[in-house]
Each structure stands twice: as C-alpha cells, then as structure tokens.
C-alpha cells in the first residue's frame, strides 16, 4: 500500500484557464485537466475566480463542480456579491476568503482580521450555515491568527509569498513567522493550510516543519513545471514532497 501525505495537495488550475482563454475555443480543457490532476493523486482543485473572469470564468466553476470528486476549493474575495452567490449556489468542500483589492494581479496579503472582525463573523457564518467550510487567508502574523479564531472561520490559509521569497535567502528564518502563527492556530484550535508560491524547492521543508499542516493549494509554479515534466510526473513530484 502507498503512504498518504498527510498534507493534501489541492491544485489551483487558474492557470490553465489562463492558457484556454487567451486564444478562445476550449483548449486546453480545464475539466478535463482536473480531472487528469485527480487521477494523478491530486486531493483537491482549488480555482480563484476574480470579477473581470481573465481565467477561471464564473461558469468553469458550475463545470468543475459537476465533475470533481475531491474536495473543491473557491478562493475569492467575499466583499463582492456576485462570488459569495457563485460559491452558495456550488457548495464546494471550502471557501477560501480573499481580501483582493479590485484588478490586482495577484493575491498579495491577507485579511486585516483584527480591523474586520464583525465583517469576518457574519460572513463566515453565511457560508458555514450552507454546510461549506470557511478558510481565511492571513499573514503569517500571530496577532491575525488569534483574531481569525474569534471570527468562527474552520481553517486560516497563510500567504506563504514571503516564506517563498526569503527561503532562497536563509530558509530558518523564512520560516520563523509562520512556525508563530502554526503554534497559534493550534492553540486555538484553527485548522491550517497554505499558499501561494510554493514550489518544487520550498515546498518540503515547510511541510516538514509546519505542524498540523492540513492543506497546500497550488498552481502557478505547478503549471509551470508540467510544462517540462509533464502534469503527472509533476504532481507526484510535489506528493513525494509532502510525504513526511
Ligand atoms: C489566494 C492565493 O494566494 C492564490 O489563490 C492566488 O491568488 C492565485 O490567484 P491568481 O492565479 O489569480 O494569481
Ligand atoms: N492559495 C494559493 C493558491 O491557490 C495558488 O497560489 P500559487 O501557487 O498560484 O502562487
């Protein structure tokens, strides 16, 4: 029998919509793709719809729903109504809460959940009373885990784009802030994942050293290396990486 990572990897496919939509038509197919990434072993497909649609559009996610059968995912921000209506009507596994600022490139920080405190209870409570899980995206900041915790939300996710930057410089200390905010969230009884530029080279020694490190979603670096090793070498590839 083949050991389990204890840490399930949920693969973010934004960036094969990304691919599709830049020439119109269906190719590559992104259900298609997640479903080729779950029968490679990925654990999840997460997607992060953004309001102007520029990869994941709001129907791929009524399409990937009806198709998947491991947990699903939907990253995005909950001050626009139309996401909080896109996830209700899908039910997925876990809703993922993004403070994205209109027409950002990328996610680049995480909830204020000290200054968002009330905002963060009502709406976590929206989503858990359909029966979905709440994650919050955070910093790795001991003081916004703490806070996460009061607002009743399941999971927090740690933006882990400064892990990823500082590993190359002195891995000890890229991981110091986020070893805080793990032990944190243990204490208070919060599940953890993470993400955001994980890769091939960092993504082991932060699932070795994370405790109670519950879930890595990833996709841009992912997409990236099946580009030169091929989508199922590459998912077992990061698997191996999260096996302890
Ligand atoms: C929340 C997070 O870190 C990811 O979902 C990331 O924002 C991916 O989104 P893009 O693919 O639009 O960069
Ligand atoms: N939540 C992080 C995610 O889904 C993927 O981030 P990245 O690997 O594309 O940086």
Known sequence: M?????????????KIATLRNSRGGNNPDLVQTALN????GAQGITVHPRPDER????QDVFDLKAAIATEFNIEGNCQEEKFIQLVL?????????????????TSNHGWDTIKNQEYLKDIVAVFQEAGIRVSLFVDPDPRMVEAAATTGTDRIELYTESYATNYLLNKELALTPYLQAAKVAQQASLGLNAGHDLDLHNLRYFAQNIPGLLEVSIGHALICDALYLGLEVTIQRYLDQLKS
Not at 5 to 10: I, M, N, Q, R
Not at 55 to 58: E, G, K, N, P, V
Not at 89 to 105: E, H, R, S, Y
């Open 2 to 14: 083949t050991e389990l990572p204890h840490t399930k990897l949920s693969i973010n496919v934004n």
């Open 37 to 40: 990434c779950e029968s490679f």
């Open 55 to 58: 990869h994941i559009r709001y």
């Open 89 to 105: 009507a899908n039910k997925p596994t876990q809703v993922t809460l993004v403070p994205d600022a209109l027409g950002q490139i």
